[in-house]
């Protein structure tokens, strides 16, 4: 067993390394109270873990896998919130739009975030994964926890299903023009 | 436009870009850290991955293989109902596997390590945190649920089970013992359902096998007959009333429930059954849910609809210390803007008990006012009596604090809050209430619920409460919209004009909803004029930072035909936005309460038959907006003085 100082050590420096762009990955997705939280969390469970986190390029992916899972935590004890205060006679009450809706209401290109908005859930993240944190196909696989080839396909369908919803047409060109990669591991 | 390209624009719009500034109230590094490690050192003592399970553990991990082929028969008859029995289980007396009694040993016996997972399990599941269940399982882990006839034993639907199966269930994990290679645990359910029956916690045994800290079988089984008569009786509930579309599913019980549209029907079924359990007629009932939720969505002219006329509502129980505040018809609206609307209050009856004329309610209240509470929650209890005309009194004790069933502890204590912080922080409170002794001078009215709204958030942020920036306004952006409502009060136009930005945008939401758009000059000098003729006040109750760089505030409007008709003052929402010099650069106006609509209905419907056709003159039409010609404008006041005088002739 690793000393704990030693550990402690390690997740200071995954912790110094990423925690900006953990953080920026929370707030960008719930609202900052919720964040805030969020990513601590995350920190947290990469201690629990941190002997199965991959190291280099691919530990930041690997924590906004971890992200993923607070964040929909988080959503889900929203959900629960609300379901609560619904108890009552089952009248309807004003909608009262989830956290990730709060968030992405005040971004200022609201149509094109609308269309996002509508797609499901797993291809919002994916395209927020590319689109906000810049992640590769490489990174989105670490990130989602699948195979690269898997990656591709998800990405590829949800952004089929945002141009769609978005009314943008495809590249009219024989060949896709390649997403732009970055680092890949 | 390709991929790439549409990714760029989503990227060009994201607000929290690399090199942006986060929000304030995102946490500082330090400060971030110093909550990772308190996580760290209060949730798991252990990195699960690095367990080290000695000797025994190795033992355990030779037996695995035999385990795999012989548990399934043998400890799977070993299960035993312990329904309403809390003792340890006893795994020996019935299992046919169990070669070695010895190997059976109390609770004790199970190492520190496993009980951590066992810990982490409990906590993971009561907070439905499938993701943390996931965690704790082996990649190749095995869950087989027995009693239901639904044996999943697929990994993927692992977390799912665990933590969708039940609304409202928390489980306790006790008295485990070692049994052969596996654990055997005691579990306890205690879940909504169970409690609005009045029954006892119901117990299921769990078999589970831990490797290196990862779970990586686990079997439950049990005895839930009581729990299945209970959903019979509840399903008869349900299908006698015509609630659900699907009555059959009641009796897939386990799988409905794991569904969320399951277990919002159910959720609402439940809160019903609960109250007519406890002998609420349902038509009581149905009018304190009618209350709750109206308050709860903001819409304050339903709740004060459901008020009988003279009816009271008392906001503290009469004899606790904040007892002068008895609201009757005239300012309840006012004060229930403020608390439920405005700052967002969400207010749950829980349980209710009672009967056609009074029921008493359980209630748990959050929003801004009880940040400062522990789990952001207080807890209180509401009276209502009914007459046949709707509520004659209720008496609400919610603004208390702490632990269930409210106790008298000092989070929401207004005394307190006073005393230390008010009379250097906020002197228009401490006018009302010198340092917090006695009652204010004209009681616990609006005026003063106004001003405790006003200055609470900023008491929250002082003393390192997290509160949400939009309730969040600057002293000074503060200090400009105070002086722009009061030249506006002192009915000169140009004044008020004065403090608009060159560029200033106005926008009036008027009568029947049509928007005025004024960019400057002649619209906005008409509209300020309109305004002044009419002699109309302006009240800020109080005002928050919304989206951007508007504040938001809350009021109330008066003018001569809103004051001489019956129907008293206007809400009135404004949003400023102010440009950093002392300027109002952007303002609309919303009145958000019937109140103006019926009062100027009153009005025109006296003009029409005073003067018919000068409602057309004068451009005014109700449920279309208004016109500002000058003529109008000359017309008006001359209109509203005969008006005022055949009303006081």
Same mark, same amino acid.
């Given at each position: 067993v690793a000393s704990g100082d030693a550990t402690r050590e390690k997740l200071r420096a995954v912790f110094d390394a990423h925690y900006e762009a953990v953080s920026r990955y929370c707030h960008r997705r719930l609202p900052a109270v919720d964040a805030n939280d969020a990513a601590a969390r995350v920190f947290a469970v990469a201690w629990r873990k941190i002997e199965e986190m991959p190291t280099g390029d691919a530990a930041l992916p690997w924590l906004y896998g971890v992200a993923r899972y607070e964040v929909g935590s988080i959503r889900r004890s929203a959900r629960r919130r609300r379901n609560l205060q619904e108890k009552l006679g089952g009248h309807a009450r004003h909608p009262n739009p989830g956290p990730e809706n709060l968030v992405v209401g005040g971004s200022k290109d609201s149509e094109l975030m609308q269309a996002l908005l509508s797609l499901r859930p797993q291809d919002q993240e994916v395209v927020r994964l590319r689109a906000l944190e810049g992640l590769s196909t490489t990174e989105l696989a670490v990130a989602m926890s699948c195979s690269v080839e898997a990656a591709k396909k998800r990405s590829a369908r949800a952004m089929k299903r945002l141009r769609r919803a978005a009314g943008v047409d495809a590249p009219h060109r024989a060949t896709p023009e390649p997403v732009e990669e970055k680092g890949s591991t | 436009m390709n991929d790439a390209q549409l990714l760029r624009r989503l990227a060009h719009e994201?607000?929290? #870009?690399?090199g942006t500034q986060l929000p304030s109230t995102a946490w500082s590094h330090d400060e971030a850290f110093q909550t990772v490690q308190r996580l760290v050192d209060l949730t798991d003592a252990t990195p699960l991955g690095r367990i080290d399970f000695g000797r025994r553990n190795r033992n355990w991990l030779a037996a695995a293989a035999a385990f795999v082929l012989v548990a399934l028969v043998g400890v799977g008859i070993a299960f035993v109902s312990t329904r309403g029995d809390s003792t340890p289980?006893?795994? $020996? #007396?019935?299992? $046919?596997? +169990? +070669? $070695? =009694?010895? +190997?059976? $040993? =109390?609770? %004790?016996?199970?190492s520190q390590q496993d009980r951590l997972v066992l810990d982490a399990l409990e906590r993971a599941y009561n907070r439905g945190d499938g993701a943390a269940v996931e965690e704790l399982l082996a990649a190749d882990a095995d869950v087989s649920l027995l009693p239901s006839g639904v044996t999943p034993s697929i990994v993927s639907v692992a977390a799912r089970t665990m933590t969708g199966d039940f609304y409202g269930e928390d489980i306790s994990i006790n008295d485990c013992s070692v049994a052969d290679v596996a654990i055997v645990c005691d579990v306890e359910f205690d879940d909504d359902f169970s409690r609005a029956l009045g029954l006892e916690p119901w117990h299921q045994v769990w078999t589970l096998q831990i490797v290196d800290g990862a779970i990586s079988r686990l079997e439950v089984d049990g005895d839930d007959a009581a729990r299945a008569d209970a959903m019979e009786q509840f399903a008869g509930f349900v299908t006698e009333r015509g609630g659900v579309e699907e009555p059959a599913l009641l009796a897939g019980r386990l799988e409905w429930n794991r569904t969320p549209a399951g277990q919002a029907v159910y959720a609402e079924h439940l809160a019903r059954f609960t109250a007519v359990a406890n002998g609420v007629p349902e038509a009581s009932f149905q009018l304190v849910a009618d209350f709750h939720n109206a308050l709860s969505s903001g819409d304050v002219a339903a709740a004060e609809a459901l008020? #009988? =006329?003279g009816g009271e509502y008392h =906001?503290?129980? #009469?004899?606790?210390? /904040?007892?002068a505040a008895v609201y009757s018809s005239d300012d309840r609206a006012g004060y229930f803007t403020l608390w439920y609307d405005w700052f967002g209050t969400d207010w749950v009856p829980v349980t209710c008990e009672g009967d056609a004329v009074t029921v008493t309610c359980m209630t748990e209240s959050s929003g801004l006012m009880t940040l400062i509470l522990p789990g952001r929650v207080a807890w209180g209890q509401v009276t209502y009596t009914i007459g046949p005309d709707g509520f004659t009194s209720i008496v609400d004790r919610t603004v208390r604090t702490g632990g269930s069933g409210g106790g008298t502890g000092n989070g929401m204590d207004l005394r307190g809050f006073w005393r230390s912080?008010?009379?250097?922080?906020a002197p228009e409170v401490e006018l009302l209430w010198p340092g917090g002794n006695g009652d204010p001078e004209n009681g616990f009215d609006l005026e003063f619920a106004r001003a405790v709204l006003e200055y609470y958030p900023r008491f929250l942020v002082e003393n390192a409460v997290d509160v949400p920036p939009e309730y969040l306004v600057t002293p000074d952006d503060r200090t400009v919209i105070d002086r722009f409502v009061e030249t506006f009060n002192a009915g000169d136009p140009e004044v008020t004009l004065s403090l608009l930005s060159p560029d200033a945008e106005v926008v009036s939401d008027q009568i029947g909803g049509a928007q005025r758009r004024g960019e400057a000059g002649d619209t906005i000098d008409r509209l300020f004029r309109f305004y002044a003729i009419q002699d109309s006040r302006m009240t800020i109750a109080s005002c928050a930072a919304a989206e951007g760089s508007e504040i938001d505030c809350r009021g109330t409007f008066t003018d001569i035909v809103v004051e001489r008709s019956t129907f008293g003052e206007a809400g009135l929402t404004l949003t400023f936005m102010v440009? %950093?010099? %002392? /300027?109002?650069s952007h303002l609309s106006v919303n009145p958000n309460s019937p109140t103006m609509f019926a009062a100027y209905d009153f009005f025109f419907n006296w003009l029409d038959e005073a003067h018919p056709g000068d409602g057309d003159i004068l451009g005014l039409v109700t449920g279309g907006g208004m016109s500002l010609q000058e003529d109008a404008l000359e017309l008006l006041p001359i209109r509203v003085e005969e008006w005022i005088a055949t009303l006081e002739g």
């Open positions: - | 994201d607000e929290f #870009a690399e289980v006893d795994t $020996t #007396a019935t299992s $046919t596997t +169990t +070669t $070695t =009694p010895d +190997t059976t $040993t =109390p609770e %004790g016996s199970i008020f #009988a =006329p =906001p503290t129980e #009469a004899d606790d210390e /904040l007892s912080w008010m009379p250097e922080n440009d %950093g010099e %002392g /300027l109002v």
